[in-house]
Structure formats: C-alpha cells, structure tokens
C-alpha cells in the first residue's frame, strides 16, 4: 500500500506532529490511510536556539530576583551565547502567539520575546591582562598562606553567604 508521494511539512510552531494519514488523491481514491515515514535526509534543519537572559547580579535591587527575557536565535546567530556570557542584544521585541485552543480565546498577550538581530558579547580577554609587581606579591602571599581553598570559595559568588563547601 505504498502511492509513491512525497509530503512536506513546514514546522512554524513550537511544537510538530508528524503527519498520520497520507493525503494523497490515491490513498483517498483507495480509502486507504497509507504509511507515512519520516525521511530526515529529504528534511531540511534551519538552525535555531532559545537563550534565556537575565540581568547582571550587581544591577538586580536588593531582595529582588533577576528579571529574565526568551530570546530567539536563528542562522549564524545560534550557539553564540553561552551560560555565563556578557552580552549585549539587539533585536525585534514580539509577543509570543498562542496556537491551538489558546489562539480562538486569546485576548491580551502577556508573554514576550526578542527575535535577535545581533549580539555583541563582552568577553574578557585575559592575554591583555598586565600584571605589575604589587599583584605578583599578593597572589604569591596568597599561595604561601595555606588558605587558598577558602579564598577561591568566597570568591564564587560573594553575594551568598556561607556555603563553602558547595562552592
């Protein structure tokens, strides 16, 4: 019960659901279903990646959780970003559409994400650091002083207290 014909099924939601039944005039003609199977080679992957950002520790307020955004990252611009990276982005500020159920009864739209158009990351480069003498001097006595595990510890996150031994 094979008809031959080829189906292509754009993905422009979140979510896919392959195809069950084949829509072709001869498997209806034949009031057959027909077998459908996924052919990855025929497929074509577009590059895609959601990142979500949040704001830098030192610019959160007091007692307050880092404010986050969902951003969309296409083509050239995927696998850029990385957990713990500087950046900066510049892009299109969209509401997230509902699909399904949700879209009929859909009225204001609450959920948001940026659609990147650039990213510029602040990556420290640690071959232009200079070291002069006084730096030398501290980390040597720092080396020397048999405490480096707990300085490095409180160095990981200063903003929480405690926890050492997770650090």
Do not use: W
Not at 59 to 81: A, E, K
Not at 114 to 122: G, I, P, S, T
Not at 145 to 154: N, T, W
Request: with cysteine.
């Amino acid at each position: 019960d094979r008809c031959g014909c080829e189906i292509f099924q754009p993905v422009s939601a979140k979510q896919f659901t392959p195809m069950t039944e084949c829509p072709s005039s001869e498997c209806k003609q034949n009031n057959s279903k027909g077998q459908l199977f996924l052919s990855t080679r025929a497929s074509k992957f577009l590059p895609f990646q959601e990142v979500k950002i949040q704001e830098m520790a030192d610019q959160v307020p007091v007692g307050h959780i880092p404010r986050t955004l969902t951003v969309h990252c296409h083509g050239t611009l995927t696998r850029q970003i990385n957990p713990g990276d500087v950046i900066d982005v510049a892009g299109i500020f969209l509401p997230t559409p509902y699909t399904g159920f949700k879209a009929i009864r859909a009225g204001l739209l609450t959920d948001t994400y940026l659609e990147a158009q650039h990213v510029n990351q602040h990556k420290k480069a640690y071959d232009d650091l200079v070291f002069d003498a006084r730096t030398f001097r501290r980390i040597e006595q720092y080396k020397h002083s048999g405490h480096m595990y707990e300085y490095l510890s409180r160095s990981i996150a200063p903003e929480i207290y405690g926890h050492l031994d997770v650090k």
